[in-house]
């Protein structure tokens, strides 16, 4: 089935570890995006890639990296975790960066606790 | 900077009630707006999506939307909902330039009494 799928589902993490959380979509889009939801906050962008092999700040980047080193793929990593980061992060993808009739595709997400 | 506002942060109705989701987005300039719901456990799935013509959209399970330009509102409704429809409903804005990424407001969370 077409879509995105995200590893792993969920996750507890130590305070200073390095995590990385997977994405990868099979529906050949060119613009992939990472969501952190937080309750009362919504869904904030945390960064995004139009196109492979490039990346961009969202709107909450800090003590996050991304690469996109191909079309499929799109890992989010947290350097040093720490317990603020605790959040359920989506990834999401669309054919084309501001193709604004589609909207976003979203996988299942990842649900990270940092303790 | 752009941002949407979703008013009720919770709502409680009973089954057969009519609802109405407000959203107020801040950005002057032409917008694309969607209606997201995320069901409990669950990723966000389109609801439905307004970006050209008929300002009254229509979208999946009895679902509607309102784009009132003078009021900068994309208003959700439902003339009678059911149990199945407890959820997070997100509203979210693209701009048609600049920084064309979705933009969520806060949610809000619908629970359906039966």
């Known amino acids: 089935i077409a879509g995105i799928t995200q590893a792993p589902t969920s996750q507890i993490l130590a305070a200073g570890r390095r995590m990385t959380l997977r994405c990868t979509q099979d529906?050949?889009?060119?613009?992939m995006y990472w969501y952190r939801q937080d309750l009362g906050l919504g869904l904030r962008l945390i960064h995004y890639?139009?196109?492979?092999?490039?990346?961009g700040k969202g709107e909450v980047p800090d003590g996050y990296s991304v690469s996109r080193a191909n079309t499929d793929d799109f890992p989010l990593t947290l350097a040093s975790a720490v317990p603020s980061q605790t959040s359920v992060y989506f990834c999401?993808?669309?054919?084309?960066?501001?193709?604004?009739?589609?909207?976003?595709?979203f996988g299942s997400g990842t649900r990270l606790t940092v303790v | 900077a752009q941002s949407v506002s979703q008013h009720n942060h919770h709502v409680i109705l009973s089954e057969a009630a009519s609802l109405e989701l407000g959203c107020n987005y801040s950005?002057?300039?032409?917008?694309?707006l969607f209606w997201y719901v995320q069901y409990p456990g669950q990723h966000l799935q389109l609801l439905l999506k307004?970006?050209?013509?008929?300002?009254l959209v229509k979208g999946i399970k009895g679902f509607e939307a309102e784009f009132i330009k003078s009021k900068f509102s994309f208003n959700l409704r439902k003339p009678s909902v059911q149990w199945s429809d407890t959820a997070e409903y997100f509203c979210?804005?693209?701009?048609?330039?600049?920084?064309?990424?979705?933009?969520f407001g806060t949610g809000t969370r619908l629970l359906v009494s039966p």
């Open positions: 890639s139009n196109t492979a092999g490039t990346t």
């Open positions: 950005y002057g300039g032409t917008v694309n």
């Open positions: 979210a804005v693209m701009k048609n330039t600049g920084f064309q990424k979705l933009v």
């Open positions: 307004y970006f050209s013509g008929d300002p």
């Open positions: 999401a993808s669309s054919p084309e960066p501001g193709l604004f009739n589609y909207g976003y595709t």
């Open positions: 529906m050949r889009h060119n613009a």
